[in-house]
């Protein structure tokens, strides 16, 4: 089973808000296996924007933590049919444009999960599961991830 990682996930990995969820996140990214996850380049992009000005992270310090996350899990693109996809989930769904863009991007890479702390907990759409790793109790579809019964 494949899962995509949104910013929040990778953004608390980076130790941005929370150490508390940065230990959960690096926990969790530690039981996933790494084969199983990709990372949306639309990501990329919003974490660097995190790292320099929520985070105050250096430019260089934040391209470096994209280059990292690049070579740690694939990295998917952000293609014409993702774009026009995520035009039809903004549209038909009310999702904000570069959110839409992420969840697309999932479902063209043959993901069945995205965890994300920001989108709706449970929403399904082009077969992703949007999931909150934060929540209790834990995704049915997490566990099966995890190898937890």
């Given at each position: ?37 990709i990372v949306p380049v639309q990501v ?106």
């Amino acid at each position: 089973m494949k899962v995509a990682l949104d910013t929040n996930i990778i953004a608390y990995a980076e130790g941005v808000n929370s150490a508390e969820k940065r230990d959960a996140v690096l926990e969790l990214l530690r039981n996933v296996p790494q084969e199983a996850a990709i990372v949306p380049v639309q990501v990329l992009g919003e974490l660097y924007n995190v790292l320099v000005r929520k985070a105050g992270r250096s430019r260089q310090t934040a391209r470096d933590a994209l280059l990292s996350w690049r070579d740690a899990f694939p990295v998917t693109a952000t293609t014409p049919e993702v774009i026009m996809m995520a035009a039809d989930l903004a549209t038909d769904h009310r999702f904000g444009i570069w959110d839409a863009v992420i969840l697309s991007a999932a479902s063209q890479a043959g993901c069945r999960l995205l965890l994300s702390e920001d989108l709706q907990h449970g929403f399904t759409w082009g077969g992703v599961t949007v999931v909150n790793p934060f929540a209790s109790p834990r995704h049915a579809l997490l566990d099966a991830l995890l190898g937890v019964e």
